[in-house]
């Protein structure tokens, strides 16, 4: 039984380091979507927003550079076909409601989404991090999670103060 006990750890720590591989790349990913996204912004609000959320994005990956030297691992990232598709929708809101009332609306909805997906990796590394025993990567990963889901609120109250009612309005 034993044996089999450490199996599974070895595949939940190649599956951590999968993962951690994942989200590298896509906050990677983001760091050049995010000022295309702030640029392109009607609302001087949603602009600082993801202005903003391009700093913190900075730090999640130093925080995920840590992590990856806790594991022994060499920081690179691996395709996530997730973020290209995420990111890909955001361009086509910004091309297809270019100068429409309802851009801003629709590039919030976009990066809304973008945070859904790093709350799900960022939830489910730190919980595996802390079956693996890495106290410090759990405490990194906590750190980011907390930052993720605060740009959600703030995305949501900004939608609800005033870019979907500016896209109504019109």
């Known amino acids: 039984m034993a044996k089999k006990a450490k199996q599974q750890e070895k595949q939940l720590d190649e599956l951590f380091h999968e993962t951690l591989k994942d989200i590298y790349y896509a906050e990677k990913k983001l760091l050049t979507a995010l000022p295309k996204m702030a640029k392109a912004a009607q609302s001087e609000d949603l602009a600082a927003a993801f202005e903003?959320?391009?700093t913190e994005?900075?730090?999640q990956i130093e925080r995920l550079e840590q992590v990856?030297?806790?594991i022994d691992e060499t920081p690179k990232g691996k395709t996530c076909e997730a973020i290209n598709g995420l990111v890909d929708e955001g361009k086509e809101i910004m091309s297809d409601f270019k100068n429409s009332p309802a851009h801003d609306a629709g590039l919030l909805a976009a990066a809304q989404?973008?945070?859904?997906?790093?709350?799900?990796?960022y939830g489910t590394l730190r919980t595996w991090a802390e079956k693996l025993g890495l106290n410090d990567a759990v405490a990194l990963l906590e750190a980011t999670l907390e930052e993720e889901k605060k740009?959600?609120?703030a995305l949501t109250q900004l939608a609800e103060a005033a870019v979907n009612d500016m896209a109504e309005a019109a």
């Open 52 to 54: 903003k959320h391009a």
């Open 57 to 59: 994005t900075e730090a």
């Open 68 to 70: 990856f030297a806790m």
């Open 113 to 121: 989404a973008v945070e859904h997906y790093e709350i799900s990796r």
């Open 151 to 153: 740009t959600d609120k």
